[in-house]
């Protein structure tokens, strides 16, 4: 059995100019301190992209501060994240602009975190070098284990006007290659602010909920971004079945 924590958008260095960022860092250290307080064993904590406000080395910086805990952190880029400074703070590498692709292989699965940011854009896209990456990893290796594959932005319509046409798109062609590895349990990212479960390419598709604010469907607020909501995030049980299973925790608000 695989226990993982998974968070996204935590968007440290926001509000900058208002407050320096501290009420985004308050938020994620809030997050990471309940996990770390947790009685029972994590597998990893995921954190699916937009892990800096704008990108920027300072921000990258805090950014490995507040993520440092006792269990493994795996994460990758949102569009609000830059490669070049991310890969230079976060993994200590040369600051090069192509995709950041991970394989993670824990206890009994493996984790595949892939980058779907578009430099300069807002919407995301798998493109064909992360895609024959992601065909190649999973054809590799541990085939016999079942695998989750991450990235941040959704490949599918959430029914939320402020994220849809952000989405990930060219989704067509991710189906295409997770068709022909069924050892994939399930899809995981984050971008859209809310806690939400669909699916894709006949797979479990697990939205995390947003760190730093919540972005909120037409039907239940008038205002897009709700930043009173807690901080949230997903708990993601993967059993000997290959079942996952996802709970949701928010936490208190604290001012």
Not at 228 to 235: I, K, S, V, Y
């Amino acid at each position: 059995m695989l226990t993982i924590a998974h968070l996204s958008d935590i968007h440290l260095g926001q509000d900058h100019r208002r407050d320096g960022g501290e009420r985004a860092r308050r938020r994620a250290e809030q997050v990471m301190a309940y996990l770390d307080a947790l009685p029972g064993p994590l597998d990893a904590v995921l954190v699916t992209g937009d892990l800096a406000d704008q990108g920027l080395a300072e921000e990258y910086r805090q950014v490995a501060e507040v993520l440092k805990s006792q269990h493994p952190v795996l994460i990758c880029p949102g569009n609000h994240d830059s490669r070049a400074p991310y890969r230079e703070v976060l993994l200590g590498e040369a600051p090069a602009q192509g995709p950041v692709n991970r394989l993670h292989r824990l206890p009994g699965a493996d984790v595949l975190m892939l980058d779907s940011s578009v430099p300069g854009q807002h919407d995301g896209l798998l493109d064909e070098e992360t895609l024959d990456w992601l065909d190649t990893q999973l054809g590799e290796g541990r085939t016999e284990l079942p695998a989750l594959v991450a990235f941040h932005h959704p490949p599918v319509e959430l029914h939320l006007p402020y994220v849809d046409p952000i989405r990930q798109f060219g989704e067509e062609r991710l189906a295409r290659v997770l068709r022909e590895h069924p050892r994939v349990a399930a899809l995981l990212c984050g971008h859209a602010h809310t806690a939400a479960a669909t699916t894709f390419a006949g797979l479990p598709l697990l939205v995390a909920p947003g760190v730093v604010s919540t972005v909120t469907p037409p039907f239940e607020s008038e205002h897009e971004i709700a930043f009173d909501h807690p901080p949230m995030l997903a708990f993601h049980v993967l059993d000997d079945d290959r079942r996952l299973t996802t709970h949701y925790r928010a936490l208190p608000v604290r001012h």
